[in-house]
């Protein structure tokens, strides 16, 4: 499950929005949007992952937080 918020933050922190974002990883803005707010079962790719984690210098932990996070919510 994408950790969104983490995510935003780091764009926010080097100044990038979706606009560009989508644009570095080559996506549709469009695209972008359904993969952030996980629309439909969109899910970022490896290799978006990897383009990601390059950009912003991301740790391996970071990657992991903000990717592969799990949800706060228990089932009952």
Known sequence: ML???KLESVMKLNGD?????SAYLGIAR????AKLNET????FTQGEISA???KY??????????F?????????
């Open 17 to 21: 929005t979706g606009k560009t974002l």
């Open 57 to 66: 210098n991301l740790t391996a932990d970071d990657v992991v937080g903000i």
């Open 3 to 5: 950790n969104k918020n």
């Open 52 to 54: 990601i984690k390059e």
């Open 40 to 43: 439909n079962g969109s899910e």
């Open 30 to 33: 469009s695209t972008f949007s």
């Open 68 to 76: 592969f996070a799990k949800s706060v919510f228990k089932r009952h």
